[in-house]
């Protein structure tokens, strides 16, 4: 009988510990889809780099004039809204199931280690552009990515640290093979989201 | 019976458990994160928080942010000496039987 409550005890300290650290209800399905989205999206721009060089538009057919960095970056922005809202919605519904809140002190800490690096990557990016360095964009965009999943791994599942080396490794190695920005995109983006996300999917959503 | 003393009675409650295991991996919480993660009242938290400070296993600071009054809790040394104790004694006890 006292054993039972012993390691109710333990479990309960356990418990405690990881939820009071860690935002645990991150949702392995939006990393898969948000993969998803970013191979759609990185095709989409294969299409439209392609109807630069044939002279034919691919999305002008249904925009009017835009210039080729316009689509990229429309293309760019829906997939980022996509996957963010996707993300949003499915981690809410597996916080409600393991009855976490989806904006206590772990996501809010969660959330703002992630920015952090994300946003200065992402002015660093706006900057390069502004100076037409455009061949380091790519890599520049996949390093901060990754390091902004590193930073926040701490307060999240493990699985996201792994996503982040493996993203930071990708843009190295990207800034060796200017103009294939897009594949390392593709893989980084697209490829890695869904391997990480159906890792975290079997390890810990369907439990 | 050794191992048995060990228990201590001061964290032989669910909120007083948890109260602390926050506060061993973190370096303070303040109210209102112990009680969403503990699911407490203000009263019930408010009362395990001072009897765990009576015993000097915590420290309590309170400062204002903006206007509002803020309480934060942070283990003390004697605290995290005593949780680890406790947590030692519990291990082995289930492992014994």
């Known amino acids: 009988m006292e054993s039972k409550k012993y390691l109710e005890d333990i479990s309960e300290i356990k418990n405690m510990m990881s939820r009071s650290s860690r935002f645990i209800s991150l949702s392995g399905l939006s990393g898969i889809l948000a993969g998803v989205y970013a191979l759609i999206g990185a095709f989409m721009a294969y299409q439209v780099l392609g109807d630069l060089r044939t002279g034919q538009n691919f999305i002008e057919r249904y925009t009017g004039a835009m210039s080729v960095l316009e689509q990229l970056l429309l293309i760019a922005a829906s997939v980022i809204i996509l996957a963010a809202g996707t993300g949003i919605i499915l981690t809410h519904r597996k916080s409600k199931k393991s009855g976490e809140k989806i904006w206590d002190v772990s996501s809010k800490r969660l959330v703002l280690n992630f920015l952090i690096p994300l946003v200065a990557g992402g002015l660093f990016c706006l900057a390069m552009i502004q100076q037409s360095h455009f061949g380091l964009v790519a890599p520049a965009t996949l390093i901060f990515y990754g390091l902004a999943c590193v930073n926040a791994s701490k307060y999240t599942l493990g699985a996201v640290r792994y996503l982040g080396i493996t993203n930071i490794i990708l843009g190295l190695i990207s800034t060796q093979f200017i103009g294939y920005g897009l594949y390392f995109w593709a893989v980084g983006f697209g490829v890695l989201h869904i391997f990480y996300g159906a890792l975290m999917y079997f390890k810990h959503d369907r439990t | ?97």
């Open chain 2, 1 to 97: 019976m050794s191992i048995i003393n060990n228990i201590n009675k001061a964290f032989d409650h669910r909120i007083r458990l948890g109260i602390m295991s926050v506060l061993m991996v973190n370096d303070y919480a303040d109210f209102n994160m112990l009680k969403e993660l503990l699911g407490a009242t203000d009263g019930n938290l408010a009362s395990h928080t001072k009897a765990l400070e009576k015993e000097a296993y915590i420290s309590v600071e309170k400062q204002f942010i903006g206007r509002k009054p803020n309480t934060r809790y942070a283990a003390t040394k004697l605290g995290k000496a005593a949780f680890k104790k406790h947590i030692d004694a519990l291990e082995k006890l289930i492992g014994k039987n």
